[in-house]
């Protein structure tokens, strides 16, 4: 289970990365030099429409836009959401009943999980990641040991461990407003989970009980997904956050606050388009 204290050689790994990546920022200036996220931040690229983005590595950052300020990521909070479930290591054969609270507390949304229906822990993980069912995420946090404050803690503890302070959490599934991160944040938490093998698996996997996988990407053999997850709230706009493999290196992409689903699509395929220009890969 999630500790309160210590670190995961992954976890470590993170943070060592952030920590370069932060101290580029702070010492170039004072040694007259800008660093390479600064330069990157000047970028523009025609015809995006999304008002926060990000490209980067964990040690690198090829693009920034508006990428430090904290605003809502809608669905993409569940991806937290599995990995503290994953990371409390509890029994993924386990059945949890849906209840009405969890309807509640999912705002009456629309789901595929009926009231009274009955699922393991690991079939909820995959509504959760693929279909994007906000009852699934209810019931997972009402699950936990000692409920949604406890789920709450874990979310935060592990964001804070990273060292990813732009975080906050209301809800486990993205509906509440207080569910915020940067772009920039939100990139280095994908390129994190790109090396974990549940969410390569799961970001990929094209349906759920019949339902697709709401990433048109998981859908395209031609992109090298890791990990994703998109977004939508009437505050956060339409929101996609990947990680994708090019050539050897695993590069995060995010986009926040696109202008419609259309237009979401096309400033992913703006953003692989730079991150292929840049490194130099087809």
Request: aromatic share 8%; with cysteine.
């Amino acid at each position: 289970m999630l500790a309160r204290g210590g670190y995961n050689p992954l976890t470590m790994t993170v943070i060592l990365s952030r920590r370069r990546l932060l101290s580029a920022g702070l010492l170039a200036p004072a040694a007259g030099l800008l660093p390479s996220f600064a330069g990157a931040a000047g970028e523009r690229i025609p015809g995006l429409s999304a008002r926060h983005a990000f490209v980067g590595s964990l040690d690198e950052t090829l693009l920034a836009i508006d990428a430090d300020r904290p605003v809502q990521i809608a669905s993409i909070s569940k991806l937290i959401s599995a990995w503290v479930v994953l990371s409390a290591e509890l029994p993924l054969n386990e059945t949890i009943r849906i209840e009405q609270a969890d309807a509640v507390s999912s705002e009456h949304t629309r789901s595929s999980l009926p009231v009274g229906s009955r699922w393991r822990r690991e079939q909820l993980l995959e509504w959760l990641v693929v279909a994007s069912d906000n009852r699934a995420a209810a019931a997972l946090a009402r699950t936990f040991p000692g409920g949604w404050e406890e789920f709450r803690y874990a979310m935060r503890a592990l964001m804070t461990q990273m060292q990813l302070f732009s975080f906050d959490f209301g809800d486990a599934a993205g509906l509440s407003p207080v569910n915020q991160a940067s772009a920039r944040d939100l990139g280095v938490l994908l390129a994190t989970l790109a090396q974990i093998p549940y969410f390569q698996a799961l970001s990929r996997k094209t349906a759920v009980g019949g339902k697709l996988n709401v990433n048109r990407f998981a859908h395209d053999r031609s992109v090298s997904l890791l990990a994703g997850k998109t977004g939508f709230t009437s505050l956060a706009g339409f929101c996609l956050a990947e990680a994708e493999r090019f050539g050897g290196q695993v590069i995060a992409m995010v986009v926040l606050n696109a202008s419609d689903r259309e237009a979401r699509a096309r400033d992913m395929n703006r953003l692989r388009s730079f991150a292929r220009e840049r490194l130099g890969s087809a």
